[in-house]
């Protein structure tokens, strides 16, 4: 009986509870880059693009501890951050990831090379 | 605006908190508990009920009201005056369309959230239930991180309980639908989500329990048993020792998210409207039709039940499992395949009934528990404290109450009923009184004793 339950509680998990997905995307959206509570300073990436290459959708942000290669997934939210001008946050497109622009990134665990689990981009005006 | 601030008295109060470990160590054999910062509690109760975060007026106090076991119902809704700012879509022309859905808030105590993204507020949403939110030490801790909220997943940021009130503030609290911090609210600082934290961890029980309990009630104690049975109720799987966690034999996994088909109920009261009421696909976005598990202590007086609000009573929230919404239901085709006879969960309504009743004497057990903390620490106070005191001694009626109506609801244990019946009306003397408060709070808690020996033999 035992090992019945075993075996369950390994199905059960892996139909409940295997995803990595704790923080609630829908409302991050509108938390400005570097104010992610028990985020920001600490599990995300907060710099500035250096380069963007829409082919590979690679992304080099510039960080204190030095330049680092960031993949943006099919999946990946791009959230404009405009809570500067005092107007609401949107989703954005890659097209949205320029050059020298603030960025926040929180990276998926269990990557083998950082990809990105949402994106916040800086933009500087109305759009 | 304050709602019940006997909560705070309570964080202020560590005496209190330490009367609440060793009495629920003496009562439930519980190991020592370890007692948040007390200024700290104290600074997070004022933050819950009372900051709006300049927001549209609401608190975290207006879904989790105190004086409702912090949790909403339609009952309780129903007394609320028009301008209560739980109905701000219904005042506020800035939330009227697509903040709320205000019929489905005051017929089903349900609450709109946008938990799949804000980019279509007309057809992406979905109606949860409020939870309360008590014995959170115990309940959200799992393997793989901490499980906030009905899906496991409701806080931004880390995904904390700490992080919670910073998406409930985006959600709940805006002005407006634009939802620009700074504008039509403000978040919340570090130290407010560091006091809020500690003030929901300090709310009910910080133990678990370890059952089986000495009952004395003969359908209890059957319940009890089916409750543990592991080839019968199967309860104690995912919820162990009537608590938020899982164990199938291979060691406490701590929280967990299952599908148990309560989408999939027919006739849910929310479909039965006829209002939009889009299906809650529960964990992550997309989701994966999941759903953490609640503690059972606290459940039997903070129904409605399930993240939908589907089933009104207890006994209708045990009968769920036999049911082919659960049996079919991945979780429940688990079940069967684990059972030598192939079977998920089936009871005869004997049996529910059982596993309600059990249910419900631990829910007593547990107003009682906190009637006698609030009432020794308002027999406690001095004469300068009345105020005070009477909060904790008005709270300790409440509590009360509470405990009557659970036991009364399943015809359970009269003479308990009778000793806490007592009980109440001598805290709600000691709450009024100048001189005899604490004579008559010493006499409450001997009822309260005396109600708790007729529901268990532990001492």
Redesign the interface.
Known sequence: ?????????I???A??????????????????IG??????G??SLIGTLESVDPKTKLVMVSSPSGPRAVAIAERTPIWLDR?LQ????R?GVFADLQQGRKVEIKLRKGEPKPVAEWIKVEVAGAK | MREWPGWSLRGRNEPSLAVSCVLAGALLALPACTAPSSDSVSRGNEIFFNQTFNGNGRTCGTCHPARNNLALDPAFIATLPPTDPLFVAEFNPDLKKNFENPKLMRQFGLILE??????DLENKFVMRGVPHVLAQRTSID?N????T?WS?????????L??FA??AV??HFTRTL??????DFR??T?AE?DDLEAFMLSLGRQQDLSLPLPLKGIVAQRGQEIFLD??LGKCN?CHVNAGAT?N???GN?GN????TGVANLPDQPADLAKERNPRDDG???PG?G?FNTPPLVEAADSGPFFHNNAVETIEAAVAFYNGDAFNKS??GL??A???PRGIGIRLDATQVVAVAAFLRVLNALENIRQSIELLESGAGKGFAERAEARELLERAVSETQDGIKVLDGGGLHPVAVTHLRKAGALAKKAARSFFRRGTLARQAIDEQRNARAQLTGAP
Not at chain 1, 1 to 9: D, G, I, P, Q, W
Not at chain 1, 35 to 40: A, E, F, V
């Open positions: 009986m035992l090992s019945r339950y075993v075996r369950m509680a199905m059960v998990v139909l409940g509870g295997a995803l990595d997905a704790y923080g609630q995307e829908a409302t991050e959206m509108y938390i400005p104010q992610s509570p028990g985020l920001s600490k599990g809570s005092k107007q609401s946050n989703s | 946008n938990l799949d993204g804000f980019d799992s793989q991180g901490p499980r909220g496991g997943d409701g806080a931004p940021g880390d995904g904390s700490r992080s910073t998406g985006i959600q634009n939802r620009v911090p700074g504008v978040l919340p570090e989500l592991n080839r799987l899982a199938f034999g291979g996994i967990a998210n299952f599908n964990f992550g976005r994966d999941t991945p979780s688990v079940l395949k684990g059972d």
